[in-house]
């Protein structure tokens, strides 16, 4: 398939364009930022919500100018991971979306931490359908109906069918609450259902709007024929241009999430034959240097932001120096993490995956806690014995994942042996952890949850959800033990033999 210049010009009526606008992984991201991965010690200011709603309207009048087809997706994590989305639970998400007159919406697993209802009523807020194929109720065939599992929209004189994946890992990752009553089918056989019902309705150009991750994308890309586009999120893989995988000629195209940047596909369909005969894309940076902000948006946002930030800057204790999460296996922050977490259960052991922020030294607040968890997890306990806790520590050497952060454990491991056989020592309270003994281990519900790898987490027993989010527990070892002075200590150490 030729890739052709969004300018080329196309005799007649034959060629017709379809700008594909879309989003993914906003994780609550509609406040203004700064870029701090684009340069750490003088970050750029980043638009965000207002940025984006902007750059929307530019292209829909774009669009409609030069006579363009134009459809705004967003695929999914609307809320999960900052105040404002997860204090408002969501709503806040779904205004700005319905303010950008969003055409469809996929659902991300992030959508659901909030628990079943509460994604039900972004729901019945939206203006715009959700679209998913995979999720069924639990124990049958049958589809959720609560979804749409895909729609045929015309643009431009084209049918366009959409249809939309969710991870089928899910079931996994999420707790009864969120998922109860649930389940999923894999990835491909319902792709392939809905290729044939949306091409036995007259739909010229298949698109798939997919939260499975762009690995996932790959594979269905180069497993299941009949697709032109996937429009990706899930594992935040920012694609600066399209990326055209070879086998069956699918189009693929994802933005890093978080509102640093808004996606356009810009498609040409031949009339002649109804095919797709070529594309352009890119991702429009956010920069608040270059975009003027929308001044309705960033009035809406700067008024969810003061009522979802309510006490957030109230001192909590200090830290006597800069606590990182910085480290080639173990971390400051996870130390402190994992610490606090053992002490407030009394576990032998504690582990925790996915170190989201740092603390500064000085004045500690609330907000430097919600920026180190953003994402709600709580605390679980469980009991395992020391094989199990053996077969954790295999896992989290294994180079697929984060380390995982640990307190009371101390290891040694070499990268260069084979997976399951590079634990070269652990132990648990200074003594050599024993095969048979029963260990009281502290995690959290990420981990519990047993998604993919993790599975192993799942063997314990006794497995009991405090409720309480980690970042709360943060908040109250920092009360107590101000000012805290978390560094490495070399609970995990890489020795290679």
């Known amino acids: 398939m030729a890739r052709l210049s969004a300018d080329a010009e196309y005799p007649g009526e034959r060629y017709r364009h379809i700008y594909i606008v879309f989003t993914n992984d906003m994780h609550g991201a509609l406040v203004?930022?700064?870029?701090?991965?684009?340069?750490?010690?003088?970050?750029?200011?980043?638009?965000?919500?207002?940025?984006?709603?902007t750059v929307i309207s530019r292209l829909r009048q774009e669009a409609a100018d030069k006579g363009y087809g134009f459809l705004y997706f967003d695929l999914g994590d609307m809320y999960s991971g900052t105040p404002l989305g997860e204090f408002t639970k969501g709503q806040a998400m779904i205004d700005f979306l319905n303010y950008n007159r969003c055409d469809l919406h996929v659902p991300g697993n992030h959508d659901f931490d909030l628990g079943k209802d509460v994604f039900m009523d972004l729901v019945k807020r939206s203006n715009a359908p959700f679209l998913c194929a995979n999720i069924v109720k639990q124990g049958t065939d049958t589809l959720w109906d609560a979804l749409l599992p895909d729609t045929v929209i015309e643009r431009s004189g084209?049918?366009?069918?959409?249809?939309?994946?969710?991870t089928h890992y899910m079931k996994n990752s999420a707790s009864e609450a969120g998922f109860g009553?649930?389940?999923?089918?894999?990835h491909y056989p319902a792709a392939q259902r809905e290729i044939a019902s949306l091409r036995e309705r007259g739909a010229d150009i298949?698109?798939?709007?997919?939260?499975?991750?762009?690995?996932?994308?790959?594979?269905l890309a180069d497993?299941?024929?009949?697709?032109?586009?996937?429009?990706?999120?899930?594992?935040?893989?920012?694609?600066q241009t399209p990326v055209e995988f070879s086998r069956y000629h699918t189009v693929t195209h994802q933005t890093y999430g978080r509102l640093t940047s808004v996606g356009l596909l810009d498609l040409t369909v031949d009339m002649a034959n109804r095919r797709l005969a070529g594309y352009e894309g890119d991702l429009i940076e956010l920069s608040a240097d270059e975009i003027e902000p929308d001044t309705t948006m960033s009035r809406m946002v700067e008024d969810w932001r003061v009522a979802?930030?309510?006490?957030?800057?109230?001192?909590?204790?200090?830290?006597?120096?800069?606590?990182?999460?910085?480290?080639?296996?173990?971390?400051a922050m996870g130390n402190l993490l994992t610490d606090a977490m053992r002490e407030a259960y009394q576990g032998d052991a504690a582990f925790h995956v996915g170190v989201r922020g740092e603390l500064p030294q000085g004045e500690l607040t609330y907000r430097h806690a919600y920026n180190s968890e953003p994402f709600g997890n709580?605390?679980?306990?469980?009991?395992?014995?020391?094989?199990?806790?053996?077969?954790?520590?295999?896992?989290?050497v294994n180079g697929h994942h984060a380390i995982f952060q640990v307190s009371g454990i101390r290891m040694v491991y070499n990268p260069r042996q084979p997976i399951g056989s590079r634990l070269v020592s652990a132990e648990v309270g200074g003594k050599a952890i024993e095969p048979e003994r029963e260990y009281r281990v502290v995690t959290s519900s990420y981990l519990a949850a047993g998604v993919g790898e993790y599975g192993v987490f799942t063997q314990g027993k006794d497995i009991e959800d405090t409720y309480t989010t980690i970042r709360d527990v943060l908040v109250a070892h920092i009360a107590k033990h101000s000012p805290v002075d978390a560094r490495i200590e070399g609970r995990i150490l890489s020795r290679a033999k």
Not at 44 to 51: D, L
Not at 158 to 166: H, S, Y
Not at 206 to 219: C, F, K
Not at 223 to 239: A, K, M, N, R
């Open 158 to 166: 084209v049918k366009l069918g959409i249809f939309g994946l969710l």
């Open 181 to 186: 009553g649930l389940d999923m089918v894999k």
């Open 32 to 53: 203004p930022s700064e870029g701090f991965w684009l340069n750490r010690d003088f970050p750029p200011p980043v638009g965000n919500g207002p940025a984006a709603a």
């Open 223 to 239: 497993s299941v024929p009949g697709i032109d586009v996937i429009v990706g999120s899930h594992s935040h893989t920012g694609l």
């Open 308 to 331: 979802a930030e309510a006490g957030f800057d109230r001192v909590i204790g200090t830290a006597k120096r800069r606590i990182t999460r910085s480290g080639p296996d173990e971390s």
């Open 378 to 396: 709580t605390v679980v306990t469980m009991a395992m014995t020391g094989k199990q806790l053996l077969d954790v520590l295999e896992v989290s």
């Open 206 to 219: 298949i698109i798939g709007a997919t939260h499975i991750g762009h690995s996932h994308d790959r594979n």
